[in-house]
C-alpha cells in the first residue's frame, strides 16, 4: 500500500499528557499537510511542509502545538500538556509538486485523539 | 462570517434519487474548486474538481461554479447506497495551497 500512513490510529490519554503522531506521506510528495477534525465539522487547516520548510501555520496551533518534517519525509505532530478540548481527529495529507493537476490532497485515514 | 459555508444535513434519499449539494464562499480569490467525499473513520478523497466558473461532469456526478454568486454544487445522478458519505467542499486559491473545508453535507441513500 503506498497511500499516506498515519500511526497511531488511536491514542487515549489523559488531561496534560504529551502526545506524539506520525505520518508517512506517500514517497514522491513534496508537500505535507495536517487538519485536525472534530465530530460533524469539516477538516481544518493547522500547518503545511513544503520539504522540509514548514510553511504555514494556522492561529489554530497554539504553543502547546508542533510539527516537524526533519527530513521532507515523515512528520511529527507534537501535542503538549494536552486539553479535553484536543480531542479529533489529526488528519495528514500530501500532494505532489509537479504534473499536471497538484492540488489535489491524498489524505491517511486520520489518527484519533481522545484526552480524558 | 464563515469563508465556507455548507448546510450540514443530514440528508436521507431513496436509492436512484438525484440529490444537489451546495456550498456558499466568501472569498472571491478561491480559483479551485474541490468536492472531497469522506466515508465514516476514512479520510476524506478527491471527488472532483473544477477550475473557475462553469460545469463538469464525471459520470454521474456533475460540479457547478458560479463565481459570480460564489456558489457550488454537486449534483449525484441515480444515488446509490455507496454514495452514502459526508461531501466536503473545499475551495482554494491556487494549486498547492491549503484548503479550506465547508462543514461537510452527510448523504444516506436508502435502498
Known amino acids: 500500500d503506498t497511500g499516506v500512513s498515519q500511526d497511531p490510529r488511536h491514542k487515549i490519554t489523559k488531561r496534560g499528557q504529551n502526545v506524539t503522531f506520525r505520518c508517512d506521506p506517500i514517497?514522491?510528495?513534496?508537500?505535507l499537510y495536517w487538519y485536525r477534525q472534530t465530530l460533524g465539522q469539516g477538516p481544518e487547516f493547522l500547518t503545511y511542509?513544503?520539504?522540509?520548510?514548514?510553511?504555514?501555520k494556522s492561529r489554530l496551533l497554539s504553543d502547546r502545538f508542533s510539527a516537524e518534517r526533519p527530513k521532507g519525509s515523515f512528520s511529527t505532530l507534537e501535542i503538549q500538556r494536552t486539553e479535553q478540548g484536543d480531542s479529533a481527529m489529526y488528519l495528514c495529507?500530501?500532494?505532489?509538486?509537479?504534473?499536471?493537476?497538484?492540488?489535489?490532497?491524498?489524505f491517511g485515514e486520520g489518527s484519533r485523539l481522545t484526552v480524558l | 462570517q464563515k469563508e465556507v459555508e455548507q448546510d450540514p444535513g443530514p440528508l436521507s434519499v431513496p436509492e436512484g434519487a438525484i440529490v444537489s449539494l451546495n456550498c456558499t464562499y466568501s472569498?472571491?480569490?478561491?480559483?479551485?474548486f474541490m468536492w472531497y467525499r469522506q466515508y465514516s473513520r476514512k479520510g476524506p478523497e478527491l471527488l472532483m474538481y473544477?477550475?473557475?466558473?462553469g460545469n463538469k461532469e464525471d459520470g454521474r456526478f456533475t460540479a457547478q461554479v458560479d463565481k459570480s454568486s460564489k456558489y457550488i454544487s454537486l449534483f449525484i445522478r441515480d444515488s446509490q447506497p455507496s454514495d452514502s458519505a459526508t461531501y466536503l467542499c473545499?475551495?482554494?486559491?491556487?494549486?498547492?495551497?491549503?484548503?479550506?473545508f465547508g462543514q461537510g453535507t452527510e448523504l444516506s441513500v436508502k435502498p
Open positions: 495529507a500530501s500532494s505532489p509538486t509537479s504534473g499536471r493537476y497538484t492540488g489535489e490532497l491524498f
Open positions: 514517497s514522491e510528495h513534496n508537500r
Open positions: 511542509f513544503q520539504n522540509e520548510a514548514q510553511l504555514e
Open positions: 472569498n472571491s480569490a478561491f480559483q479551485y
Open positions: 473544477t477550475y473557475s466558473s
Open positions: 473545499a475551495p482554494s486559491r491556487n494549486q498547492g495551497r491549503k484548503l479550506i
